[in-house]
């Protein structure tokens, strides 16, 4: 049943952002703004989707600890889930992707128009040195950056495999840093097309504040999101297994 409904979602989703994405294409004759409202748009028909086909609903935790203003955003990525996810929470943002994807069709077109910073992965050090530009005036502007620590989803329970890109950021920026924990490779297995019901949950954690040295904010961002990654797992993991109370 649940191969059925995984099935059902991954048609129905796919099929919403091709209209979506077709439906809201004068936005691209527009500001960043009006992009955003496609994405977000986007974001919540996916999520609802999610919830009403597969029966798995996603969980924001943590709103609060985004301070206002640019900042940066590191997260835990263990699949699709926290990429989309919090697009209708973030505000004014700007994710940090391979830069192969802005040039994928229609969806190329709309993270060009709305700003995102794409980076060549194997460009070492020139790639550090090519997203410092783009990542300061995305702070001047007041926006959020995102970017994934591991560069990649990493299976749950995998071992940390933490980048510089995100320590770099930290560095030279001198903004807060906001890191997130999430569950959400349980129920979105990262290379399969199956989604498992249940409640997935992504949680924004305290902000770490700027002037760390880069040692000290490596370890402090890897213990905060692994810790609360682990929690979140362990809490997933003990409400499946809890037994469903029955009621005459």
């Known amino acids: 049943m649940q191969f059925l409904r995984s ?13 979506l994405a077709i439906l809201f294409l004068p ?45 940066l955003i590191a997260s835990k990525h263990q699949s699709a889930l926290e990429t989309f996810g919090v697009v ?56 959020r950056i995102i970017i994934y620590p591991e560069g990649t989803r990493r299976p749950v329970g995998a071992r940390p495999d933490y980048k510089f890109g995100a320590n770099y950021l ?20 990262r290379r399969s097309f199956r989604r498992l019901p249940g409640t997935a949950v992504i949680e924004f954690l305290e902000p770490i504040p700027p002037g760390l040295d880069r040692r000290s904010f490596a370890t402090e961002l890897q213990n905060r999101i692994e810790t609360a990654t682990a ?3 362990e809490e997933a993991r003990a409400a499946a297994a809890r037994p469903v109370a029955v009621t005459a």
């Open 170 to 189: 930290y560095s030279v920026l001198g903004v807060p840093c906001v890191p997130v924990a999430v569950n959400t490779g349980l129920f979105w297995p």
């Open 88 to 143: 209708p929470d973030v505000g004014d943002f700007a994710f940090i992707l391979k830069r192969e994807l802005n040039w994928v069709p229609v969806f190329g077109w709309y993270t060009s128009r709305s700003g995102m910073i794409g980076i060549d992965r194997r460009g070492g050090s020139q790639t550090l040195r090519r997203l410092l530009d783009p990542a300061r005036r995305a702070v001047r502007e007041g926006r």
């Open 7 to 19: 099935l059902a979602f991954n048609v129905l989703a796919y099929a919403g952002f091709l209209i």
């Open 231 to 233: 929690r979140l797992v």
């Open 27 to 71: 936005t691209l004759l527009f500001g960043r703004g009006a992009v955003f409202v496609a994405a977000r748009t986007w974001s919540r028909m996916t999520l609802w989707l999610l919830d009403r086909v597969a029966g798995l609903r996603l969980e924001i935790r943590g709103r609060e600890h985004l301070p206002a203003g640019g900042c």
